[in-house]
């Protein structure tokens, strides 16, 4: 074969960089000029690889082959000998040709971190030193088809190759690095608004009105920390409770772990809770502190407590009990510091009677009890929930303007029975708002239609005309101290008596006045009575209450 012209080598390295600089993407620009450069050598691959002296240990960087490339970062250490082979490569700065891969050799361990990509066979291999200033950038492997395959041609046009080669390495790097950097940054970002979102979205409606006796409970374990257990139906907000818990604890600069018991696969939950060394069973290659560990110091929220299978709750109860855990695998006990709030849908006195759930462990939660009650039982919350996740979802879902409820959604939810609760009604006002994000939210077209999950109209109405009782009622109270109690009742009244409709007119303009006009939403008249606006309204029209008269 003729010697190659410096004409042919100008073209060869001019097409090179010309592959090698195509693209800003690394892998096309990589699969550009393997293709390329398969035309010139018997390639079964290019490898970039990094010498790391402080982990004396070769890192793979990436492997391209024919219309493949793969970036796997990944390390294999090396002992002293093979370490100080490769600082001595590195200073030569030069290329090394290896016509089959000896034990011992130059490439050998190369070959070696490349084993899990490509099927380790007899094979020649090129090495170029890529060198940028005085800064080593990487070993450029040309691995080959089989061995013997490289000639001295090779090694002479691989050189002619080295210095765009380091450039356009060290660039690509560098690049990589930024992108890296880029996405980490980004991804706290997101981190960090979505921490940001909860806290804005962490209000508890419905404090002061259905949640009120389950509020008072709460502020009684202000600057306590007894164990807590919390309890009511799914979806009741349950875990928003445990946030507040431990927002008025002295715990609250301190760890809170938060663990789904319903959610651990059984055969996980050991090394979960209580930690596991390396080596405790296959898969842990590496140590690993439980929830409880991470909680030290701090609060452990056992979410779906009563989920938790009997072995676990005999280990779980011990740990309670002895203040110390003990690493699956481990030899050592570490102890442990750790408050529990506890949560459970489930009835766990008829799980105890069962056997299904111990009863030790039952008294060792059962400390502080708090009931989260139903969303049925406190339907004055409603349209104020409802709100609420209309701002929160709007603003998910950056929507320049909440949409209102159309009127009649409010009735049909009232008569609904809300099986899911509040998370029911979450998910039912975000379906609503992909819907119809500009309103009205058509909620009662999204109920389901079985009409058992429907308390009776009827019903429904005795409840709300006996509400609208009661406030009047109440108004009495105020106005006429004493009339209301059951002797009081019995003696004439010395005030002239009012007809219902009378003082139901008084209680409704009390309210509008006092929400300047406002009907229906969170702050209005109809949220202050407890009454359903509608219904509100309908007496409005029947009484002729204008509203507008208290708006200013
Ligand atoms: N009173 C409330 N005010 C505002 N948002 C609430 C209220 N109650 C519940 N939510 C919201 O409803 C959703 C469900 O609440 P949460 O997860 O606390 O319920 P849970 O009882 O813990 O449910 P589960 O039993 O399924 O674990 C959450 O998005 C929560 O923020």
Redesign the pocket.
């Known amino acids: 074969m003729p010697a190659p012209s410096p004409t042919d080598d100008l073209r060869f390295f001019q097409e090179t960089v010309s592959h090698l600089s195509g693209s800003l993407e690394l892998a096309d620009s990589m699969v550009s000029v393997f293709n390329h450069l398969a035309d010139h050598f018997p390639l079964e691959g290019i490898s970039l690889h990094q010498y790391s002296q402080g982990l004396n240990a070769l890192k793979l960087l990436f492997l391209v082959r024919e219309g493949r490339f793969d970036y796997v970062e990944s390390l294999v250490d090396l002992t002293p000998r093979e370490g100080a082979l490769m600082l001595h490569f590195e200073q030569a700065g030069d290329v090394i040709l290896e016509r089959k891969i000896s034990r011992g050799g130059g490439a050998a361990k190369h070959a070696q971190a490349l084993g899990h990509l490509l099927p380790v066979k007899p094979r020649a291999y090129l090495v170029g030193i890529l060198t940028s200033g005085n800064e080593t950038v990487g070993h450029l492997c040309f691995i080959g088809k089989e061995e013997d395959c490289f000639t001295e041609e090779h090694e002479r046009k691989i050189r002619l190759l080295l210095t765009p080669f380091a450039l356009a390495m060290s660039n690509m790097l560098r690049f990589q690095r930024v992108l890296a950097f880029q996405e980490r940054l980004n991804e706290e970002k997101r981190g960090l608004e979505r921490a940001l979102e909860q806290l804005r979205?962490?209000?508890?409606?419905?404090?002061l009105g259905g949640?009120g006796g389950v509020m008072d409970e709460v502020r009684r374990l202000e600057g306590r920390e007894v164990p807590v257990l919390?309890l009511?139906?799914?979806?009741?907000?349950?875990?928003?409770?445990?946030d507040e818990v431990q927002r008025i604890s002295p715990r609250r600069d301190a760890p809170f772990v938060k663990v789904?018991c319903g959610a651990i696969p059984e055969g996980l939950m050991d090394g979960e809770l209580f930690g596991y060394e390396k080596g405790a069973f296959t898969g842990a290659t590496r140590s690993r502190p439980g929830f409880f560990e991470q909680a030290h110091g701090g609060t452990l929220f056992l979410?779906?407590v009563g989920e938790l299978p009997p072995q676990v709750q005999v280990r779980l109860l011990r740990v309670l009990q002895n203040g110390v855990v003990e690493r699956l695998g481990g030899k050592e006990s570490i102890s442990v510091d750790v408050r529990i709030i506890a949560?459970?849908?489930r009835n766990l006195e008829a799980m105890m009677k069962q056997g299904a759930f111990r009863e030790d462990l039952y008294y060792r939660l059962f400390v502080f009890p708090v009931t989260?009650p139903p969303l049925r039982e406190r339907k004055q919350?409603l349209e104020a929930?409802a709100y609420?996740?209309i701002e929160k979802i709007r603003r998910r879902l950056n929507l320049p303007q909440s949409p209102s409820l159309a009127p009649r959604a409010v009735d049909a939810l009232m008569q609904y029975a809300w099986p899911g609760?509040?998370?029911e009604?979450?998910n039912l006002v975000e379906r609503a708002m992909t819907l119809w994000p500009g309103g009205p939210l058509l909620l009662d077209r999204l109920l389901p239609r079985e009409p058992e999950l429907y308390q009776n109209a009827r019903e429904n109405l005795s409840d709300l005309e006996r509400l609208v009782e009661e406030k009047v009622a109440a108004c009495f109270e105020k106005q006429m101290p004493g009339t209301q109690s059951r002797e009081a009742r019995s003696i004439p009244s010395v005030r002239p008596l009012q007809t219902l409709d009378e003082a139901t007119r008084q209680c409704i303009e009390a309210a509008l006045s006092h929400c300047r006009g406002k009907v229906h939403g969170p702050a209005g008249a109809a949220a202050v009575l407890g009454i359903n606006p509608s219904t509100l309204r309908n007496k409005m029209v029947k009484l002729q209450i204008r509203a507008d008269t208290w708006r200013s």
């Open positions: 979205d962490n209000r508890i409606v419905g404090g949640l919390i009511g139906e799914t979806g009741t907000g349950k875990e928003l409770i445990a789904n979410d779906e949560a459970t849908h989260v919350d929930l609420h996740f609760n509040v998370r009604l979450e």
